[in-house]
């Protein structure tokens, strides 16, 4: 069973940054397509960033120039840069493991990101 832990959530001021990890058990981590995904109260789950197997990157646009996906098959880690934080991304934090078409398959249990004004 392929488990997710994610960290590196926090309380943080706007215009700061934190570091999200999440770090993967249970899969072959370097021929995963994984990505970060969040969700506000009263919000639906929205996709953040994803990265290939072979590190090709997405990044949606509210987030572009901000954050930064990346990954460390040696450490099987996940990561997520975010940089210059507004409030309005403050949200749950979850990792995903995506299997056929991108779909999430697996999730983590989230970690929190809180950013104050």
């Known amino acids: 069973q392929v488990q997710l832990v994610e960290s590196g959530g926090g309380l943080v001021q706007a215009g700061g940054s934190l570091r999200l990890s999440c770090v993967a058990s249970?899969?072959?981590?370097?021929?995963?397509?994984m990505a970060w995904y969040r969700q506000a109260p009263g919000q639906d789950r929205e996709l953040v960033a994803g990265?290939?197997?072979?590190?090709?990157?997405y990044h949606a646009a509210s987030v572009k120039g901000r954050f930064t996906i990346s990954r460390d098959n040696a450490k099987n880690t996940l990561y997520l840069q975010m940089n210059r934080l507004k409030p309005e991304d403050t949200a749950m934090y979850y990792c995903?493991?995506?299997?056929?078409?991108?779909?999430?398959?697996?999730w983590g249990q989230g970690t929190q990101v809180t950013v104050s004004s």
């Open positions: 995903a493991q995506l299997g056929l078409g991108y779909e999430p398959r697996w």
């Open positions: 249970g899969t072959n981590f370097s021929l995963d397509a």
């Open positions: 990265i290939s197997s072979g590190s090709t990157t």
